[in-house]
T-cell receptor, first 114, second 109 residues
């Protein structure tokens, strides 16, 4: 089954404790992206990757890191999480950056930073 | 960047009623998608429809790209249709989907 898998689905942690949210897709997609969703602000892009070893900032990259060492994986790293990073996070992928193809979304990760 | 506006922001229906949700976008797009966000927060992909008309059961969607709008039709609504419906568009030269603010749909029994 074609899918985007995020882990964990839920996480409660404390300020400053490094964490990684994993994202994996099994569709051989080149393009992957991270979004965060906040009440009143909608979904905003954090980072995206057009292919292996190619990443770029989205609208709200501060406080986040990403890497794309393999095509299927695109982890989101919070080196020193803060309460303002409490949010619902989504990973997405599509065939290519410029393709007129749909983006497929993971089920979301709810992060609470205390 | 592209602007995406949805209307209405809130909609309350009785079970069995029909509804139309609208999405206006400000630029040419090569990707337009409709999503339903369920109570568990999952984004369910309803339609990929940068132009034309598609139908899937009780749901259908139409995008008129030249006039920069898309419509989502829900017929014979059910309580399980409740949730937030998002339209998202990607401009031809863009790097991301830009989401509208959503329509909160409540279907009462």
């Amino acid at each position: 089954e074609a899918q985007v898998t995020q882990n964990p689905r839920y996480l409660i942690t404390v300020t400053g404790k490094k964490l990684t949210v994993t994202c994996s897709q099994n569709m051989n997609h080149e393009y992957m992206s991270w979004y965060r969703q906040d009440p009143g602000l909608g979904l905003r892009q954090i980072y995206y990757s057009m292919n292996v070893e190619v990443t770029d900032k989205g609208d709200v990259p501060e406080g986040y890191k990403v890497s794309r060492k393999e095509k299927r994986n695109f982890p989101l790293i919070l080196e020193s999480p803060s309460p303002n990073q409490t949010s619902l996070y989504f990973c997405a992928s599509s065939r290519t950056f410029s393709s007129n193809q749909p983006q497929h979304f993971g089920d979301g990760t709810r992060l609470s930073i205390l | 960047g592209i602007q995406v506006e949805q209307s209405p922001p809130d909609l309350i229906l009785q079970e069995g009623a029909n509804s139309t949700l609208r999405c206006n976008f400000s630029d040419s797009v090569n990707n337009l998608q409709w999503f339903h966000q369920n109570p568990w927060g999952q984004l369910i992909n309803l339609f990929y429809i940068p132009s034309g008309t598609k139908q899937n059961g009780r749901l259908s969607a139409t995008t008129v790209a030249t006039e920069r709008y898309s419509l989502l039709y829900i017929s014979s609504s059910q309580t399980t249709d409740s949730g937030v419906y998002f339209c998202a568009a990607k401009e031809t030269s863009g790097s991301r989907l830009t989401f509208g603010e959503g329509t909160q749909l409540t279907v009462n029994p």
